[in-house]
């Protein structure tokens, strides 16, 4: 398939540029799915190599590390024997410099001692797609009163999550969800009996009230974010839970009744015409069955200084990449060179980590990149829809064990 018709039609599956429901249930495998095949390289082959800010880089690697380093050493690394067992990572991590004060060069040789770049491929090619996500923003209350009248629902007591690799090796990166019915496990409400208040007595708990529905569904989208109270004070929000329902793109939905074309749909395009249409944006919204459920994650943020992701530790603005993670293993550095959201900026080609993962991103070349908090990163993830491609770094001796 050319390049021009996979990004059309993953355009169309995707339709929302963000890490859908963030660490939460990742929609099942399409019917044909992809191969992961891999290309020996050399760093000389990344674009851009020399140019990056690997310091950067090191320092998300190394926050991947502190997870590394506390796993049995004869732990598989990833879903499949080709990302060895973490003591082939471990090592690695054990050499990382300061990364206090570790110097972009002394970072970019810290990656060419250590590992080896392996081209990624999906069926035998190397161009993927690559969107953005943010940290979301919103205005709220502890209250229900004034315009405060969404609540941000907290993770009910009943709901059970389950991951399925387990107990099947095959359904290794898929889950579900649901509530213990008379000893079987039963389908949740999906999104429109939740908002619609069809929760058992006792489940629907707020955390916090918000003035936006369309803020709730895209902080959803997004996975975590910073909503400001009402006294000005900040609190932080992360996912805690998903309805086991399969997230729908509605982007999808309104291209299907000529609301928008797949050359205009982005972030802001359908969340300009949900706020447009508001007799109409509930019905939008709940074509998207899944449903989020937060936390408070503002210790999280003080102690670790960012938004926590799928692996349990805090995402780098800009170096933390969610992934497919039936296929690609948590804490793996990649290298990334793809098109920049903004075409008068120079191309993205730095050096990222797989942190995260969303029920969007699927396929061996597929990933979203986490531009972090605020304006500037929500303006550069809503139209981010960029043809790209990447490069394992492999611990030296994992790639010199991959089949020729």
Not at 66 to 89: E, V
Not at 346 to 362: F, H, R
């Amino acid at each position: 398939m050319k390049l021009s018709l996979f990004l059309a039609s993953a355009t169309v599956l995707f339709m929302l540029s963000g890490c859908a429901e963030w660490g939460g249930i990742e929609t099942p495998p399409p019917s044909k799915k992809e191969v992961l095949g891999f290309k020996l390289a050399s760093f000389s082959d990344l674009p851009g190599w020399e140019f990056d800010a690997h310091d950067a880089g090191l320092l998300a690697f190394s926050r991947s590390c502190t997870r590394i380093l506390k796993q049995s050493a004869d732990k598989p690394f990833g879903p499949d024997p080709w990302a060895g067992q973490y003591s082939d990572w471990q090592k690695a991590c054990q050499a990382l410099p300061p990364v206090e004060t570790a110097t972009p060069d002394q970072a970019r040789r810290y990656f060419e001692t250590w590992f080896t770049p392996v081209a990624a491929l999906a069926d035998g090619k190397p161009e993927g797609l690559f969107t953005g996500y943010y940290e979301a923003s919103l205005k709220g209350s502890f209250n229900r009163e004034g315009p405060y009248q969404i609540p941000l629902l907290a993770r009910p007591a009943d709901l059970v999550m389950v991951n399925l690799g387990e107990f099947r090796p095959e359904l290794r990166g898929q889950r579900i969800a649901g509530r213990v019915t008379d000893g079987y496990l039963k389908p949740y409400e999906d999104r429109a009996a939740i908002e619609n208040g069809k929760l058992p007595a006792g489940m629907e708990v707020p955390l916090l009230w918000t003035d936006s529905a369309v803020g709730a569904f895209f902080l959803q989208v997004q996975g975590s974010g910073v909503v400001t109270m009402t006294d000005g004070s900040e609190r932080r929000v992360g996912f805690d839970g998903q309805n086991g329902h399969v997230y729908s793109a509605i982007g999808k939905e309104l291209i299907k009744r000529g609301a928008l074309t797949k050359d205009n749909v982005s972030m802001q395009t359908i969340r300009a015409w949900l706020s447009a249409h508001p007799q109409d944006a509930t019905n939008i919204m709940q074509t998207n069955k899944s449903y989020v459920f937060f936390r408070f994650t503002d210790s999280d943020v003080e102690k670790n200084g960012g938004p926590i992701g799928g692996e349990g530790l805090p995402l780098t603005p800009e170096r933390s990449l969610a992934v497919d993670r039936s296929l690609i293993p948590y804490g793996l550095p990649l290298f990334l060179a793809a098109n920049n959201p903004n075409p008068a900026l120079p191309p993205i080609q730095k050096v990222m980590v797989a942190q995260d993962t969303g029920g969007a991103i699927q396929g061996p070349v597929r990933g979203d990149v986490f531009w972090g908090h605020g304006t500037a990163a929500e303006e550069n993830a809503g139209p981010m829809k960029s043809a790209g491609r990447y490069w394992f770094l492999l611990p030296k001796n994992l790639a010199d064990r991959l089949p020729r």
